[in-house]
């Protein structure tokens, strides 16, 4: 059997993790490593400065507790701490959407972006609305399914978005533009000194059509494929007057000095 390894930035003992592991039980033999604690909006972030620990879940055979972040669980398991290698990376079901522009915050996308760094396939599954994962279990089944059958384009991970209630299809879309107007909220404590809430206004959106937030927006399962590749190549090409230009005034600067 396949060994598949499940995480979460949500915490250990979210719903949503429990539901995702359940789903692809089927599907190879499923290891759970999450955060010990929830770690919403963490980002990529990797634990450097102090040793991580996994520690055994009580009751539940294959899943751990990790005093980190979800990349942190990631690497812990792809480089060492499981018997084999992975070949799928399943993170989620995160509560709430990961879409557009929020996946360059989002912990659930930066475990399946980590796996992928690392060379396994990796899907990142999200519920936009609700405390039900029923129907968002069985979408990532059904997607965890065919990646073990034709597999994920190199570099690339899958970033899924379930719509609330009963999805009307899928359809494979290109991430959204998420813009926030009034993001930083100032209030003052009983002392009164200053503090500031991050997220606040409601966000809008540049355009839907053939976007992950029209999708689920109409009802659809939204999927994206995220490549790694950060760069702008038409930039490179375009930013050759620059090169030029630059190195001229080094090598004028480098004279004169």
């Not at 999450?34 to 009751?59: F, K, M, N, W, Y």
Request: aromatic share 6%; with cysteine; net charge negative.
């Amino acid at each position: 059997m396949p060994l598949l390894l499940v995480t979460n930035d949500d915490g250990v003992h979210a719903a949503g993790l429990a539901a995702l592991a359940e789903a692809v039980s089927e599907l190879g033999d499923v290891w759970v490593i999450a955060p010990e604690r929830e770690q919403s909006a963490c980002g990529h972030a990797l634990t450097l400065h102090r040793p991580i620990r996994p520690t055994e879940v009580r009751d539940r055979e294959r899943w751990f507790a990790v005093n980190g972040t979800p990349s942190d669980c990631v690497n812990l398991g792809v480089l060492g701490f499981l018997p084999e290698r992975p070949v799928l990376v399943l993170s989620g079901i995160n509560h709430g959407s990961n879409l557009g522009d929020d996946v360059t915050y989002s912990g659930t996308v930066s475990a399946a972006m980590e796996g992928t760094l690392l060379g396994v396939p990796s899907i990142a599954f999200s519920l936009v609305e609700g405390d039900d994962f029923t129907v968002a279990a069985g979408v990532a089944r059904l997607i965890a399914t065919r990646a073990l059958v034709e597999s994920i384009p190199r570099k690339t991970l899958l970033n899924v978005n379930v719509p609330a209630g009963t999805p009307r299809g899928v359809r494979v879309a290109a991430l959204g533009h998420r813009v926030y107007s009034d993001k930083i909220v100032a209030q003052a404590d009983p002392r009164g000194r200053t503090h500031y809430w991050i997220g606040g206004g409601e966000p809008q959106w540049e355009a839907l059509d053939g976007t992950d937030m029209g999708a689920v927006h109409e009802g659809y399962v939204s999927i994206s494929p995220v490549q790694l590749d950060l760069t702008n190549h038409r930039a490179v090409a375009h930013m050759a007057d620059w090169q030029n230009a630059l190195n001229a005034q080094y090598r004028r600067a480098h004279r004169s000095g």
